[in-house]
T-cell receptor
Framework: GAVVSQHPSWVICKSGTSVKIECRSLDFQATTMFWYRQFPKQSLMLMATSNEGSKATYEQGVEKDKFLINHASLTLSTLTVTSAHPEDSSFYIC????????????FGPGTRLLVL | QQQVKQSPQSLIVQKGGISIINCAYENTAFDYFPWYQQFPGKGPALLIAIRPDVSEKKEGRFTISFNKSAKQFSLHIMDSQPGDSATYFCAASKGAGNMLTFGGGTRLMVKP
């Protein structure tokens, strides 16, 4: 199957700092990338959908100025958590899909963020 | 509003047994129903997916049964193994490449 990577796999930062998470599709061109957030023992909650070259579409309740998403190329999307606070601590997961894959979403391994 | 309801929340099965997880959806526009497996600290991995034009799909030990009229679908894991112990999520979307709505997840434990 298609491979999606995320970097970093985990990050610890101080409150007030910004953190950037990268999501890459390694062996296919992702026309669409999705960003999810998952709290312990809970399901995945979609944060935003991004298409290459266009602005991301954010789900209701997700602050677009706090969670900046850039989808600069068909293989890379980034999520920047600006001015992170302890309540932003979570597991962030991206997924990518393409028309060539029949639209199947392939998920990255996730990034665990801990804000102190 | 939770559009995809998943049950049970947790499931314990003996090795060799059948694990059954059920999902129900509300939105009749959904036409793509995948199942994902997630191990702790990892991202979800696609197991199997079905579209509403078929009532059953089997891949190895994993089978999806789909009931369009009841708006329900289920995952059956035959000959369950301890290595199958994970959290399983059903999902649904309008079209395969569009946003997924996930069920709440089922934590499966297969006892040796």
């Amino acid at each position: 199957g298609a491979v999606v990577s995320q970097h970093p796999s985990w990050v610890i930062c101080k409150s007030g700092t910004s953190v950037k998470i990268e999501c890459r599709s390694l062996d296919f061109q992702a026309t669409t990338m999705f960003w999810y957030r998952q709290f312990p023992k809970q399901s995945l909650m979609l944060m935003a959908t991004s298409n290459e070259g266009s602005k991301a579409t954010y789900e209701q309740g997700v602050e677009k100025d706090k969670f900046l998403i850039n989808h600069a190329s068909l293989t890379l999307s980034t999520l920047t958590v600006t001015s992170a606070h302890p309540e932003d601590s979570s597991f962030y997961i991206c997924s990518a899909s393409s028309r060539g894959s029949g639209g199947t979403q392939y998920f990255g391994p996730g990034t665990r963020l801990l804000v102190l | 509003q939770q559009q995809v309801k998943q049950s049970p929340q947790s499931l314990i099965v003996q090795k060799g047994g059948i694990s059954i997880i059920n999902c129900a959806y509300e939105n009749t526009a959904f036409d793509y129903f995948p199942w994902y497996q997630q191990f702790p600290g990892k991202g979800p991995a696609l197991l199997i997916a079905i579209r509403p034009d078929v009532s059953e799909k089997k891949e190895g030990r994993f089978t999806i049964s789909f009931n369009k009229s009841a708006k329900q679908f289920s995952l059956h894991i035959m000959d369950s193994q301890p290595g199958d112990s994970a959290t399983y999520f059903c999902a649904a979307s309008k079209g395969a490449g569009n946003m997924l709505t996930f069920g709440g997840g089922t934590r499966l434990m297969v006892k040796p």
